[in-house]
């Protein structure tokens, strides 16, 4: 189980690490598949899949979930189709043109009656609680998505008190300060980076597979314009795309890493998911508090 997009909240109040308590929360939120009118449906599914029977998975005191989005699939093109060939038969039938009001009504009876033959699509989303850490560590880049998992949380513990990640120093202003030259001893400089004008709608020069210490990135910098991404090597274990949002994107452990992973012995599914989940997890958990600390340390405001 390996992350490749990182949302890190914190948590305000603490949160239980208790299995069984967990365990009883998130099944009254277990995931059930769409029915009848339902667009889509979420709950809590097994973090181990077919290989597990719980909604909770704890290894060295962090916790592991897994939350189960299934949506129906009703393209657009399809409703819009079966309107049209609907209106052409009344408007034949009937001698009379079709009004605004009643397609929108016709579109409404339509989607009624598709909906319950469509088909659906399901995607799992896994985060983690770091109870120690004061932690929640969610596996996606859109936040919109971290954000439906977090309420999902909230509503099955009652409560929830998280905020998003925030540092003292702008993020974009000290990893402009990296391409200068300023760069920790523990991070180096990747081949990606996206550069920013700082006023509103400012061009973008998005660069990949490029030498971020070239004359041409230069020119950029000096020019104004600020780091908004900006691809790094932490300490020789992991890689990633670091944004001025505190999002860590397209995530990589190296191989020294996963040979370490591998080197673990594992005798099923289950073994080798808790053994992953472990030296990720604590791989995070010293990256983290580095991250933070690079950036200033925590925005207590």
């Known amino acids: 189980m390996w992350f490749r997009d990182l949302q890190l909240y914190r948590l305000v109040d603490p949160v239980s690490a208790d299995p069984e308590a967990l365990e009883q929360q998130l099944a009254e939120h277990d995931f059930s598949p769409c029915s009848g009118l339902d667009t889509h449906r979420i709950g809590w599914d097994r973090p181990l899949g077919k290989q597990g029977q719980q909604l909770v998975h704890l290894t ?27 209106v052409e038969k009344i408007e034949s039938s009937e001698a009379r043109p079709v009004g605004r009001k009643e397609k929108s009504r016709l579109k409404d009876e339509i989607i009624v009656d598709l909906l319950p033959r469509a088909f659906t699509r399901s995607q799992r989303l896994f985060a983690y609680i770091d109870p120690r850490a004061g932690l929640i560590v969610v596996d996606s880049a859109a936040s919109k998505k971290a954000e439906e ?114 080197d673990v012995a594992a005798d099923d599914a289950a073994a080798r998911f808790d053994a992953d989940f472990a030296l990720m997890s604590a791989e995070l958990a010293a990256f983290i508090p580095r991250l933070i600390e690079v950036f200033g340390g925590l925005d207590e405001e």
């Open 149 to 262: 998992l977090l309420n999902l949380l909230r509503e099955s513990l009652g409560s929830l008190k998280v905020r998003p990640l925030a540092v003292s120093h702008s993020p974009s202003l000290l990893m402009t300060r990296w391409l200068e030259g300023e760069l920790p001893a523990d991070f180096s400089l990747e081949d990606e980076c996206e550069l920013k004008e700082p006023v509103d709608n400012g061009a973008v020069i998005r660069v990949r597979r490029t030498d971020l210490g070239s004359d041409d990135i230069r020119q950029h910098i000096e020019g104004g314009m600020q780091v908004t991404r900006l691809a790094v090597e932490w300490n020789d274990r992991l890689c990633c795309v670091l944004g001025d949002d505190l999002c860590v994107r397209r995530l990589r452990f190296t191989d020294v890493v996963m040979e370490e992973a591998a």
């Open 60 to 86: 060295n005191g962090r916790v592991m979930l897994c939350m189960r989005r299934e949506e129906r699939i009703l393209p657009p093109a399809v409703v819009r189709e079966a309107v049209e060939e609907k």
